[in-house]
């Protein structure tokens, strides 16, 4: 069988077919897979192709990750040109892309960070993990060790075991529990629509903040490594925290000798309006996991970005033994990297992040009109990072079946609109979610509102039920 990509019902046909019968795929249940399937053949911009001809609007810019948008040629020559000079080298030794990309990191942060290169957002934190150990066992006292990480319940930072144990998803846990010991400690998110502690902003008073220090006295602050945060929490459906929690949540780092670890793997790359999402917040991280939208998927690379101060912990003479004590056999992949350089410098060229500023008002102002609808229970967001969560009722806010809200996703996709929805299982898998290239145009925007507007006029019953 030939591997061309034009658009042809036969070949679909033939890959399905060696598809079903050698490939296991990532959370999708095998069975749907057989009933329906997307044979992706070509992509532009926001639009993707399948094998037998249709377009899609991809609203979730492919897993949250093709920022630059798709079909960026350019960087496929780049990939290629890279290659040729030097494909691939130890990043115990030096090269030109990967030096390139940490300081222009470095630039993107206003200085004072030095970043360590790997291949996917769950490597990024779990490095970060890894990393705030070392640090705290080179400058605690002798017989001293903060180890515990503290992240919030309904967070997701990653599939591997420690990042899950770091998360709090019960559903993507569950099936591999338990989970390491005592070192990752939950607390209650600022999911404000729906507060953990049944208040309201801003008469709360930041409860959840209070949760988070009454959290470090019951652990013992001795004890406490980080604090790890997404700053906009995407897998509770969206959620903005309070301008005041960011900055509270890193006094609380200040006061007890945590460093504060931000999860910008989706966030990171304009997606939420600024480069970085904690700089809506005046935060200085000292640990920052950043993937995705650093290369927009072009090919893997991620990073573990550390603030001078830890980095300098890791200098020493050679029986102090202070080096970063992993590798990562492809970290700082030469082309990877070179790709990623360029990516960057096209987010700045054609001003994307002012950009997903721009457009996430417009969409979010799309968006709100659906609120008209019964079962349109909140509407949620920054730049162009989305959420609508569907409830049967707003007055009784209880969550729209899984049904229900799979059956707007379908009704979306048979409309020629790839919606996303959060969490399968969880509390918050009622949300639809919204994150998509950052090129994407009023007019696609206006697209997908009247799908959205239709899908719930027509399945308002179903919602409701
Ligand atoms: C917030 C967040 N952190 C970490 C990860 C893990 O990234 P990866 O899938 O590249 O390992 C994800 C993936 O979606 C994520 O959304």
């Not at 897993?63 to 798709?70: A, Q, R």
């Not at 409860?207 to 013992?220: F, K, P, Q, S």
């Not at 960011?246 to 790359?269: M, S």
Request: proline share 4%; aromatic share 8%; hydrophobic share 40%.
């Amino acid at each position: 069988m030939s591997l061309t990509n034009a658009p042809d019902p036969e070949i679909r046909k033939a890959v399905v077919k060696q598809d079903l019968e050698n490939v296991l795929h990532p959370i999708v249940q095998h069975n749907s897979l057989e009933k329906s399937q997307i044979v992706v053949t070509g992509a532009r911009g926001s639009t993707i192709v399948d094998h037998d001809g249709t377009e899609y609007l991809d609203t979730m810019a492919g897993l949250w990750c093709v920022n630059i948008g798709y079909g960026r040629t350019e960087l496929a020559d780049i990939a290629a040109e890279q290659m040729q000079q030097i494909a691939y080298y130890p990043h115990t030794a030096m090269n030109l892309p990967a030096a390139r990309l940490a300081e222009q990191i470095n630039g993107l942060m206003g200085g004072g960070y030095h970043s360590y290169f790997v291949n996917s957002g769950s490597e990024a934190n779990e490095a970060g993990f890894k990393i705030a150990r070392q640090y705290q066992r080179h400058e605690q006292a002798k017989g001293a060790f903060r180890y515990k990480t503290i992240s919030r319940y309904y967070a997701y930072h990653g599939t591997t075991l420690a990042t899950l144990a770091a998360g709090g998803m019960g559903d993507r846990k569950g099936k591999f529990e338990p989970l390491g010991g005592n070192e990752f400690v939950h607390v209650a998110a600022p999911t404000c629509y729906r507060c953990p502690f049944g208040l309201e902003y801003p008469s709360c008073e930041l409860a959840c903040v209070t949760n988070m220090e009454n959290t470090i006295h019951g652990e013992g602050p001795d004890s406490i490594a980080e604090i790890l945060i997404e700053p906009i929490m995407s897998s509770v459906g969206i959620a903005v925290p309070p301008d005041e929690y960011l900055p509270a949540v890193e006094k609380l780092c200040r006061k007890y000798g945590a460093l504060l670890h931000v999860d910008e793997v989706i966030n990171g790359f304009g997606r939420t309006g600024k480069m970085f999402a904690h700089q809506h917040y005046g935060v200085k991280p000292d640990i920052m996991a950043i993937a995705k939208g650093i290369v927009s998927a072009y090919l893997p690379i991620a990073a573990t970005v550390v603030k001078n101060e830890v980095f300098n912990s890791f200098r020493g003479e050679e029986a102090e033994m202070r080096q970063v004590m992993q590798v990562n056999t492809y970290g700082g992949h030469p082309v990877a990297a070179a790709v990623a350089v360029r990516n960057i410098e096209i987010m700045a060229e054609e001003k994307l992040v002012e950009r997903s500023a721009e457009m996430g008002v417009y969409f979010m102002d799309g968006l709100k009109t659906l609120l008209k609808h019964a079962n349109v229970g909140d509407v949620r967001g920054k730049g162009l990072l989305l959420g609508v969560e569907l409830v049967k009722d707003k007055k009784s806010k209880q969550q729209a079946s899984s049904a229900s809200v799979g059956a707007m996703v379908a009704f979306a996709r048979k409309n020629g609109v790839i919606i996303g929805r959060s969490g399968g299982g969880s509390q918050y898998s009622n949300t639809l979610t919204f994150s998509p290239p950052l090129v994407i145009t009023r007019a696609e925007i206006d697209r997908v509102v009247d799908v959205l507007d239709r899908g719930l006029a027509e399945l308002g019953a179903q919602l409701s039920a």
